[in-house]
Nanobody
């Protein structure tokens, strides 16, 4: 099994919302130590970064959003639950695809697509 597990995907109509979750496949996985990113792979296209959140090592959390999702998606983390979320609102058909989460100690490594830990993805389909 992959070290990370995504959940929350499904079929929604345009304009709808979903909340994706990312957690360790092992409940003891220390996700709070890691920067986490969400990636989107549309059908027939390459995987692209969507949103990233740093760990809390410095006492503050920095987030990043791609231009295509800015203002619609929100990334957050609950370290007590060892879970990172991606709240997706105002979903569009172009958001359809598989969403993966990835984690590593450095957010720069995650953003570059070189994270050590990955999930197997969760399918999101936006269609009327």
């Amino acid at each position: 099994q992959a070290p990370l597990v995504e959940s929350g995907g499904g079929l929604v109509q345009p304009g709808g919302s979903l909340r994706l979750s990312c957690a360790g496949s092992d409940s003891g996985f220390p996700l709070g130590r890691y920067a986490v990113g969400w990636f989107h792979q549309a059908p027939g296209k390459e995987r692209a970064g969507v949103s990233f959140i740093d760990n809390s090592a410095w006492g503050t959390v920095t987030t990043f959003y791609s231009d295509s999702v800015k203002g619609r998606f929100t990334i957050s983390r609950d370290d007590a639950k060892k879970t990172v979320y991606l709240q997706m609102n105002e979903l569009e058909p172009e958001d359809t695809g598989v969403y993966y989460c990835a984690a590593d100690l450095r957010v720069s490594t995650v953003r570059a697509g070189r994270a050590v830990y990955w999930g197997q993805g969760t399918q999101v389909t936006v269609s009327s």
